[in-house]
Nanobody
Framework: QVQLVESGGGLVQAGGSLRLSCAAS????????MGWYRQAPGKQRELVAT???????NYADSVKGRFTASRDNAKNTVFLQMNSLKPEDTAVYYC?????????????????WGQGTQVTVSS
């Protein structure tokens, strides 16, 4: 099993910054693609950013130029630096990871989600 634990959420004024972290632990042979998603009240979960294992990033248009995703493969951790925050960024932010694990004599890959961390941006 693999666990993803997010941290770093909170309340911030518009224009402020927050840095989210997501630490993966457990039966990890390899962390593959990782990503950040968010879900605002009454809305569907949406993609914020993705990171491949080699560090290539992709962002939603709504956060380009303001958010930066990065990863520390040695620590199995991914980060989301959020600058110039807007009230519309208010949501629960979730970490997602595609993980290859090893069990007995075979490898398998699964998708995991963290429990989410609340980000609230006041106007």
């Amino acid at each position: 099993q693999v666990q993803l634990v997010e941290s770093g959420g909170g309340l911030v004024q518009a224009g402020g910054s927050l840095r989210l972290s997501c630490a993966a632990s457990g039966n990890i042979f390899r962390l593959n693609a990782m990503g950040w998603y968010r879900q605002a009240p009454g809305k569907q979960r949406e993609l914020v950013a993705t990171l491949t294992s080699d560090g290539t990033t992709n962002y939603a248009d709504s956060v380009k130029g303001r958010f930066t995703a990065s990863r520390d493969n040695a620590k199995n951790t991914v980060f989301l630096q959020m600058n110039s925050l807007k009230p519309e960024d208010t949501a629960v932010y979730y970490c997602n990871a595609d993980v290859t694990s090893y069990s007995a004599d075979y490898y398998y890959s699964r998708d995991y989600w963290g429990q989410g961390t609340q980000v609230t941006v006041s106007s």
